[in-house]
């Protein structure tokens, strides 16, 4: 059985899904033979056709039959998971990482002021970011191009906010990336990208937090949009 690495996927699928990357299908539909693939892959054709099937159930994936084979697509979340390896290997080699992400300012659920204002974790925001965060996030939806890059940022390292609990609930940590934040009124920083554990947003939405409020000091408002330069 192949080691897992989430999603019911094991290494020798993630393999399967590069080569498939490089044939092209991350970008059209690409015709595969098993036969070739299992010789690629130092593997039989049973295996070739099983690890495609595997990878269509984790939806990484998509499949046409057609007449003399089989087409293939990688998805957005078969993508997104090559994004991330990708990203480890340029957290392995590359000093600096650094990735842009593009949103446009929106109101979230007004939950944001709660959870950076609660002692277990505003105590642990001013000692490891060194500075006491203004009570929110700004909550920005990332153009689809950012969603994707956004797996790119686990090439940084985070500052890490751990969980703590209090007698009624448990509360999840939360990873802080530091970031400057572009409007068009100019740049601002410190600025931290955080994404909680626990969270109702997809990853469509990038919450960011700073010691101001950022809509006052880059005068923001709903639907402009900023740029958020994430780096170490
Ligand atoms: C520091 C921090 C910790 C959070 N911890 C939790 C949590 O433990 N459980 C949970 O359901 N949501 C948690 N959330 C996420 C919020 O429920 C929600 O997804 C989001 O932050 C709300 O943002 P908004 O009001 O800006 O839309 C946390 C959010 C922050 C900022
Ligand atoms: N550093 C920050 C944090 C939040 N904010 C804003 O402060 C308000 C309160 O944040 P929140 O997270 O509770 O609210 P929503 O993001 O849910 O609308 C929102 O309007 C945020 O956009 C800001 O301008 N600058
Ligand atoms: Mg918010």
């Keep these: 059985m192949a080691e897992s690495t989430g999603q019911g996927v094991g290494r020798d ?41 595997r990878l269509e159930d984790a939806g990484f994936l998509s499949r046409d039959m057609v007449s003399d084979g089989q087409e293939v697509e990688l998805t957005g979340d078969g993508e997104r998971r090559l994004q991330s390896e990708y990203a480890d290997y340029r957290r392995i080699f590359e000093a600096d990482a650094s990735v842009d992400l593009t949103g446009v300012v929106t109101s979230g659920m007004g939950e944001g002021r709660h959870y950076i204002t609660l002692p277990g974790y505003m105590e642990q925001f001013i000692e490891r970011l060194g500075y006491e965060p203004f009570a929110g996030t700004l909550n920005l939806e990332l153009t689809a191009e950012s969603v994707r890059k956004r797996a790119r940022m686990s090439a940084i390292e985070p500052v890490t906010i751990e969980g703590w609990e209090d007698d009624e609930r448990t509360y999840g940590p939360a990873y802080c990336y530091p970031a400057s934040i572009e409007g068009s009124d100019g740049e601002y920083e410190p600025a931290h990208v955080i994404a909680p554990e626990r969270t109702h947003h997809g990853e469509e939405q990038l919450e960011v937090i700073a010691p101001e409020k950022l809509r006052e000091v880059l005068e923001l408002a709903d639907g402009d949009e900023v740029i958020v330069h994430v780096s170490e």
């Design 13 to 53: 699928e993630l393999a399967t899904l590069k080569l498939l990357a490089l044939d092209g299908a991350l970008d059209e539909p690409t015709k595969v033979s098993c036969a070739d693939l299992g010789d690629r892959l130092d593997a039989s054709n049973q295996t070739a056709s099983r690890r495609l099937q």
